[in-house]
Nanobody, 119 residues
Framework: QVQLVESGGGLVQAGGSLRLSCAAS????????AGWYRQAPGKQRELVAI???????NYADSVKGRFTISRDNVKDTVYLQMNSLKPEDTAVYYC?????????????WGQGTQVTVSS
């Protein structure tokens, strides 16, 4: 069974930084796209950043220039470096792996890690 385990969340003051990690089992990130999502209380889950198997990246407008997604294919881990954090970045952050087999898409989610930014 595929497992994704996020870590690195916590409480930080506005302007601070955090680095989230998502470690995967069964080499799920190798050759597959990965992404970070977040969900704030009372809001829908939203895309934060994605990285393709080739290393291409895309970001939500709200985090461009502040967040960086990266991957380590040897460690089968995806990271999210978050700088210049704002209170509106407060949310539970989830990582996701997307595996495409033929025309079938399989999404795997982690359990989430809380990020709280104080003003």
């Amino acid at each position: 069974q595929v497992q994704l385990v996020e870590s690195g969340g916590g409480l930080v003051q506005a302007g601070g930084s955090l680095r989230l990690s998502c470690a995967a089992s069964r080499n799920i990130f190798r050759g597959n796209a990965a992404g970070w999502y977040r969900q704030a209380p009372g809001k829908q889950r939203e895309l934060v950043a994605i990285i393709t198997s080739g290393g291409g990246t895309n970001y939500a407008d709200s985090v461009k220039g502040r967040f960086t997604i990266s991957r380590d294919n040897v460690k089968d881990t995806v990271y999210l470096q978050m700088n210049s954090l704002k209170p509106e970045d407060t949310a539970v952050y989830y990582c996701k792996a997307r595996r495409t087999v033929a025309l079938n898409i399989f999404d795997y989610w982690g359990q989430g890690t809380q990020v709280t930014v104080s003003s």
